[in-house]
T-cell receptor, first 121, second 107 residues
Framework: GAVVSQHPSWVICKSGTSVKIECRSL??????MFWYRQFPKQSLMLMAT?????????EQGVEKDKFLINHASLTLSTLTVTSAHPEDSSFYIC?????????????????FGPGTRLTVL | RKEVEQDPGPFNVPEGATVAFNCTYS??????FFWYRQDCRKEPKLLMS???SGNEDGRFTAQLNRASQYISLLIRDSKLSDSATYLC????????FGQGTILTVHP
């Protein structure tokens, strides 16, 4: 299957700083990527849909000014957590669809990155 | 009503047991259905897609019931390595996950 990478895999930062997380599709081009957040013992919650060359679409309750998303190329999307606070500590995971997989669009399989564990002190 | 409802478990079963999970969804426009497996502190990995006709992959069988709006996953002859969290997923443009069901297979 398609490969998605994330960097960094973990980060610890002080409260008030900004953290940038990168998501890359390594062997395919992704016009759409997705950013999820997962708190301990909870499911993955979609934060936003990242669209190459246009603005991201945020889910209800997710602050777009706090979680900045940039999708400048077909293989890279970035999520910046601005002015991070301890309650932002979570597991952030990106995913991407592989439009060239040969399957119909309705198949909608997504490939996930390995995740980034953010701890804000 | 929640978009997705999934029994969180935990399910504790002995090796060799058969175990089944269900997941209900509220959006009848859902087009694609999946079961993912997530190990502790790792990303989810696709276990299998779910088709209307039902599909089987070794010890795993997935079923979809559109009329009642639920999907199921059956694991036969459980192995210790099956211990994980199983997430159901529904897609109608975006992928929505259930809460996840924790499965522990013990010797």
């Amino acid at each position: 299957g398609a490969v998605v990478s994330q960097h960094p895999s973990w980060v610890i930062c002080k409260s008030g700083t900004s953290v940038k997380i990168e998501c890359r599709s390594l062997d395919f081009q992704a016009t759409t990527m997705f950013w999820y957040r997962q708190f301990p013992k909870q499911s993955l919650m979609l934060m936003a849909t990242s669209n190459e060359g246009s603005k991201a679409t945020y889910e209800q309750g997710v602050e777009k000014d706090k979680f900045l998303i940039n999708h400048a190329s077909l293989t890279l999307s970035t999520l910046t957590v601005t002015s991070a606070h301890p309650e932002d500590s979570s597991f952030y995971i990106c995913s991407a669809r592989d439009p060239g997989s040969g399957r119909p669009r309705s198949y909608n399989e997504q490939f996930f990155g390995p995740g980034t564990r953010l701890t804000v002190l | 009503r929640k978009e997705v409802e999934q029994d969180p478990g935990p399910f504790n079963v002995p090796e060799g047991a058969t175990v089944a999970f269900n997941c209900t969804y509220s959006n009848s426009a859902s087009q694609s259905f999946f079961w993912y497996r997530q190990d502790c502190r790792k990303e989810p990995k696709l276990l299998m897609s779910v088709y209307s006709s039902g599909n089987e992959d070794g010890r795993f069988t997935a079923q979809l019931n559109r009329a009642s709006q639920y999907i199921s996953l059956l694991i036969r002859d459980s192995k210790l390595s099956d211990s994980a969290t199983y997430l159901c997923g529904f897609s109608y443009g975006k992928l929505t996950f259930g809460q996840g069901t924790i499965l522990t297979v013990h010797p």
